[in-house]
């Protein structure tokens, strides 16, 4: 797992596998789960929004992408997409796992 133990003690056995599958698909690099890690995905410019989230993926191929988007659609797994976080009504920003 690419999170560190503290961020893991909230986690439950789904939230625990879907992370494990997210990793399988895209590499344990590129799925972020430690609060830290993911600070600047959770914020948007003016600081204005903060948001929680399960992890932030970033898949290296469309294939990931529709991988990933398989995953969540089977575990109902809410999805924020984000490109440069550059939006300033805060759209970009998950509300919470």
Do not use: W, Y
Not at 33 to 57: N, T, Y
């Amino acid at each position: 797992m690419s999170f560190d133990v503290e961020s893991a003690a909230g986690l439950n056995a789904v939230s625990l596998e879907i992370l494990d599958r997210l990793e399988a698909i895209c590499g344990a690099r590129h799925v972020i789960a430690d609060v830290p890690g993911m600070d600047g995905f959770l914020r948007e410019p003016r600081d204005r929004f903060h948001g929680k989230a399960l992890c932030v993926v970033q898949p290296g191929s469309t294939k990931e992408v529709a991988a990933v988007l398989k995953l969540c659609q089977e575990t109902a797994t809410p999805v924020v997409p984000q490109g440069g976080t550059t939006g300033l009504v805060g759209g970009q920003i998950p509300l919470g796992p």
